[in-house]
């Protein structure tokens, strides 16, 4: 099993570019969350979703769309990126019925906005 | 506030010593805490789970504390390795499945 994979691994954008960074998971897990990864922040919660077609925002969801058409995908969307959005992001899943809430987590995206 | 502290933020040691990592939390109601690994340029994955009723958890190398009356749990690695190096995240759960990440600690095993 491939768990949890993140496109694209590295991604350079200029000031009001759009892009998108896929989640994809096999584990047929309901929940997907987004998170930010920055030096002296520690791991922020972007957007999460609790099952396919649904959303719902995090503590920092400002600059930032998401969608979940399909339960194994989860999509995050920048549409016009800005400098303050440089950061690693992390994609995870949770199975709904474990309450212990462990996440799984892709290998990151490296995001650098110019 | 629900607060998640760890220390120290950094940490080297030479190949066989043994470490303790330190998390602090405040947070109200407790559900449970759980120490992740993170290895350079990857994403964190989970060592061990600590629920209000446990005190000590082993897996391998790696010996987790908790006490839920000082809100305090420690992660000790025996005979380090250099594979140990990396950043060890402590996150707590609480109430509606909400997570409160720490900073996380540094480790960086030399030989």
């Known amino acids: 099993n491939a768990g949890v994979t993140q496109t694209p691994k590295f991604r350079v954008l200029k000031t009001g570019q759009s892009m998108t960074l896929l989640c994809a998971q096999d584990m047929n897990h309901e929940y997907m969350y987004w998170y930010r990864q920055d030096p002296g922040m520690g791991l922020r919660l972007i957007h999460y979703s609790v099952g396919e077609g649904t959303t719902a925002k995090g503590e920092v969801p400002d600059g930032y769309n998401v969608s979940r058409l399909k339960k194994q995908n989860f999509l995050l969307g920048l549409e016009s990126a800005a400098p303050s959005q440089t950061s690693v992001y992390f994609c995870a899943s949770s199975y709904w019925g474990d309450n212990t809430g462990e996440l799984f987590f892709g290998e990151g995206s490296r995001l650098t906005v110019l | 506030k629900n607060q998640v502290e760890q220390s120290p933020q950094s940490l080297i040691i030479l190949e066989g010593k043994n470490c303790t990592l330190q998390c602090n939390y405040t947070v109200s109601p407790f559900s449970n805490l759980r120490w992740y690994k993170q290895d350079t340029g990857r994403g964190p994955v989970s060592l061990t789970i600590?629920?209000?009723s446990e005190n000590t958890k082993s897996n391998g190398r790696y010996t987790a504390t908790l006490d839920a009356d000082t809100k305090q749990s420690s992660l000790h690695i025996t005979a380090s390795q250099l594979s140990d190096s990396a950043s060890y995240i402590c996150?707590?759960?609480?109430?509606?499945?909400?997570?409160?990440w720490g900073l996380g600690t540094s480790l960086a095993v030399n030989p």
């Open positions: 996150v707590v759960r609480f109430g509606n499945r909400k997570l409160i």
């Open positions: 600590m629920t209000f």
